[in-house]
C-alpha cells in the first residue's frame, strides 16, 4: 500500500499492533499518552527554536532537517492515533467536528486575512 492508500482507522490499527507485539498496551494510559504527546511537541519545537523565518527557510533545504522534522511530525502523530484508539475517540468524526465549530466560531467573510486575538 502506499501511504495515499492509508486512512487514519488503517495507520491506529498497525499502531495497536506493534504495541500489542510488544506487550506495551499497558503503558499507554491516556495520561502517559497526553503527556507523551506533550514531550514530543518540545522535541518539533526544538528545530525552531532560536531560528528565524529566513533560517528555518533555508533549513527546510536540507534533507537533514526534513528527516528530523518528519521524525517529530510521525512521533506526535502516532501518539495522538494512539491516544484517540485507546480513548475511543474517532480522529477522523472529531477533526470534523472541531471545523464545524471553527467555522461557525470563524467565519471566513469577517475573518479572512485576521489572526484571532485573545486580546481585544
Known sequence: MTPEDWSLNDLMADIRQFMEERDWS?????????????IETGELLE?????SDAEVETSLQSEKYLQALSDEIADILIYILRLADVTGID????VLNKMKKN??????????????????
Open 91 to 94: 480522529p477522523t468524526e472529531a
Open 26 to 38: 499497558v503503558f499507554h494510559r491516556p495520561t502517559a499518552l497526553a503527556i507523551s504527546t506533550a
Open 103 to 120: 467555522c461557525a466560531k470563524y467565519p471566513a467573510k469577517e475573518w479572512r486575512g485576521r489572526a484571532p486575538n485573545k486580546i481585544t
Open 47 to 51: 528545530l525552531f527554536q532560536w531560528r
